[in-house]
């Protein structure tokens, strides 16, 4: 396999976005995608109809999943691919981060309540498409509904990131936890959109540190939400860590994602592509 366009990084109504499994398949088909991965927060409940719906347009495909943990209580996202879904390790952790995101949403409603907004977890559960897995994304998109804001980004902006007022903390996994699910189902992980992460330049370094020492081997160089700096940035640290690199464009919605499936930035063409890590 030596895919031309690959997009290991999109998500489906099984987490936050906007269209089922088989919709991204055939979207990510016709954007000229020739290797894609499904990546639903904390959920491999769409990997079946996306690998099924991949196989019938003639796209190659491989499982995916975004995990989502804290370093040094730093919300962080790492990428699972390739892995055998139906690890016990892998689908137990998952199954425990999502129970914890009910909770997490109820907090969230009550933090909104106490400044004058009620009503907004049940309100968002109206935006819920996998029952068992409520996401900030889905608050915003009520929030939006009902004029607190006109786009996604003021609503997070405003209400849903850290210090401000519908922000929650919450336990997620650990970085170990993640790393050692992914690789005891057989798979890659990788650092998912490292721009996107408030830490200094030292902070970074000592993650990557750490992830490198427990197994993890690439990093989304290339990431829909990535400047071209950003890109730059980050494809000297893979190659200075040794990492592989991955690309995705972290898709969501066609209203909502400015960067389509297929779409985000090539990679430096020096750097070693994720997919040789597959077996
Ligand atoms: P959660 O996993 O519930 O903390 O929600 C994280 C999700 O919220 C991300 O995967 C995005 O879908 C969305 N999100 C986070 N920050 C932003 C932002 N600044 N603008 C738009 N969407 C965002
Ligand atoms: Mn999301
Ligand atoms: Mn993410
Ligand atoms: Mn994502």
């Not at 009520?142 to 849903?160: C, D, K, M, P, T």
């Not at 970074?204 to 940035?233: C, N, T, W, Y």
């Amino acid at each position: 396999m030596t895919p031309a366009n690959f997009d290991f990084h999109c998500h489906s109504s099984v987490s936050d976005g906007l269209l089922a499994p088989a919709e991204v398949a055939r979207r990510a088909a016709a954007n000229g995608v020739d290797c894609w991965a499904l990546t639903d927060h904390d959920d491999i409940g769409g990997l079946a109809e996306a690998a099924d719906t991949a196989a019938a347009v003639g796209m190659g495909f491989v499982n995916g999943v975004e995990i989502s943990i804290e370093w040094r209580e730093m919300p962080i996202h790492i990428v699972g691919l390739a892995f055998d879904p139906a690890h016990p390790a892998l689908v137990g952790g998952l199954e425990g981060l999502r129970g914890g995101r009910v909770e997490r949403a109820r907090r969230m409603g009550e933090a909104l309540a106490a400044i004058g907004i009620p009503g907004v977890y049940e309100g968002a559960l109206g935006y819920v498409t996998n029952p068992n897995l409520i996401s900030r994304a889905h608050f915003a998109r009520y929030l939006v509904s009902i004029g607190i804001a006109r786009e996604i980004s003021g609503v997070f902006q405003h209400y849903l990131t850290p210090g401000k007022p519908g922000y929650v903390d919450h336990r997620w996994a650990t970085l170990v936890d993640a790393v050692s699910w992914i690789r005891a189902a057989g798979g890659v992980a990788v650092v998912a959109h490292p721009g996107r992460y408030k830490m200094s330049g030292g902070d970074m370094r000592k993650f990557l540190d750490e992830f490198k020492d427990i197994g993890g081997q690439a990093i989304e160089v290339s990431s829909g939400s990535h400047s071209p700096d950003h890109v730059l940035h980050f494809a000297r640290l893979a190659r200075h860590y040794a990492f592989h690199a991955s690309r995705g464009s972290d898709f969501h919605g066609p209203e909502e994602s400015h960067v389509e499936l297929g779409r985000a930035f090539q990679l430096p063409p020096d750097l070693k592509p994720v997919w040789r890590l597959f077996h």
